[in-house]
């Protein structure tokens, strides 16, 4: 779903960069029984999501990633979810900077509303269109549904954790985003720089809408506080 914006970005920051799904998403492996009762199987995580998967990711699986890639103070760019894995992996982990877009810090109830309607939709359409995306939509689409509209999720709030990083932030969201409000980005309050960048005309995905300003933010943002080449 990131199509080419990465390898742009890429190409004007002078940077290489790593795309990966997480489990469930994409081309990656499915998870077994998403709708079914959360359990471990074979050492995994399998069922549906707890409400700390995001802290599982961040904590778990992307420094293992990271590992296993021989990559070592890496810049984190992450959309929605991702950029909420991004600052807390920062939280806890030597980052060279934490690039943001439309993350979820705390969840709002506008946030359930546009999830609760997406959940009403998906099968009149947002289906069939999310399956030209995902090896198994279903997977993708309920994975991340149920959990955030689950009783046990509604105090998920990692404000607290965000203070506690230390490289420099960029946060992107834009005016007229259905799943969150400015207060998002305005609740991130890190112990070193962060930088917020609000978009105009711009919804849940500032990199399709409004790439270039999105790209040229991310540029900017980098060539101000981080070293070249590092």
């Known amino acids: 779903m990131w ?3 990465p390898a742009r970005l890429c190409q004007a920051t002078g940077r290489a960069g790593i795309v990966y799904s997480r489990q469930g998403y994409g081309q990656s492996d499915t ?3 998403v709708r079914g009762p959360t359990r471990e199987h074979d050492g995994r995580r399998a069922g549906r999501l707890p409400p700390d998967y995001m802290h599982n990711e961040a904590w778990h699986v992307l420094p293992a990633l990271l590992q296993a890639l021989e990559v ?12 909420t894995i991004a600052l ?6 030597a980052v060279e900077a934490c690039v ?8 709002e109830q506008v946030s359930i509303d546009s ?3 997406a959940r009403d939709a998906y099968g009149t359409g947002l289906r069939a269109r999310l399956a030209r995306y995902h090896a198994d939509v279903d997977t993708a689409f309920w994975q991340w549904n149920d959990v955030w509209l689950s009783e046990a999720f509604r105090s998920f709030d990692i404000r607290a954790d965000c203070c506690d990083i230390e490289a420099p932030v ?3 969201q834009g005016e007229d985003d259905p799943y969150g409000t400015l207060a998002q980005i305005g609740e991130i309050h890190p112990a070193g720089v962060i930088e917020r960048c609000v978009l105009a005309r711009c919804g849940h995905s500032p990199h399709r809408d409004q790439a270039e300003a999105t790209t040229g933010a991310i540029r900017d943002f980098l060539a ?3 070293l070249p080449g590092r």
């Not at 070592?72 to 950029?83: N, T």
């Not at 807390?88 to 982990?93: D, V």
């Open 100 to 107: 943001v877009m439309a993350p979820h810090v705390i969840v």
């Open 3 to 5: 199509r080419d914006w």
């Open 170 to 172: 960029l946060a992107i």
């Open 224 to 226: 101000r506080q981080v």
């Open 31 to 33: 998870r077994p029984d």
């Open 115 to 117: 999830i609760a309607e």
């Open 72 to 83: 070592q103070r890496p810049v984190l760019i992450g959309h929605s979810d991702g950029g």
């Open 88 to 93: 807390l992996h920062a939280a806890s982990h």
